[in-house]
């Protein structure tokens, strides 16, 4: 096998073996203030979780909840009538549940085995 290739295919599993990094957030009493932490999952969290309940407090006041997570679906539950909802979404790539829900660095590690390519080639 050509050593190109071989690198390249190297680059592409090193990569996938690292452990899921995610932004836990956990909000303080019923403010919903937090402060976001990068975080390593442990070993099988392998899904960023962000969770966001509105309405229950304030009618217009939400508040969100962020961590590592086994299993997740993306859900929303309507808690009563005139309004209180949580929501939650699931991901599956590092830091990814971030609040402007792209991480730049997962374009970069993507694309790292095309430059080697081309770089090589």
């Known amino acids: 096998?050509?050593?190109?290739i071989t690198i390249v295919l190297l680059l592409i599993f090193i990569t996938g073996g690292l452990s899921r990094r995610c932004y836990v957030c956990e909000p303080e009493g019923n403010s919903g203030a937090c402060e976001e932490k990068q975080?390593?999952?442990?070993?099988?969290f392998n899904k960023c979780y962000t969770a966001t309940e509105t309405g229950f407090y304030e009618?217009?006041?939400?508040?969100?909840f962020k961590t590592c997570a086994k299993i997740c679906e993306p859900k929303k539950i309507i808690a009563k009538p005139g309004?209180?909802?949580?929501?939650s979404t699931c991901c599956g790539?590092?830091?990814?549940?971030?609040t402007?829900?792209?991480y730049k660095g997962s374009f970069i590690l993507?694309?790292?085995?095309?430059?080697?390519?081309?770089?090589?080639?």
């Open 1 to 4: 096998m050509d050593l190109h």
């Open 39 to 44: 975080v390593i999952c442990r070993d099988g």
């Open 59 to 64: 009618p217009t006041k939400s508040v969100t």
């Open 83 to 87: 309004g209180g909802a949580v929501s």
């Open 93 to 98: 790539t590092d830091l990814c549940n971030s």
């Open 100 to 102: 402007d829900g792209l």
């Open 110 to 121: 993507l694309l790292s085995p095309l430059f080697f390519l081309i770089l090589f080639h």
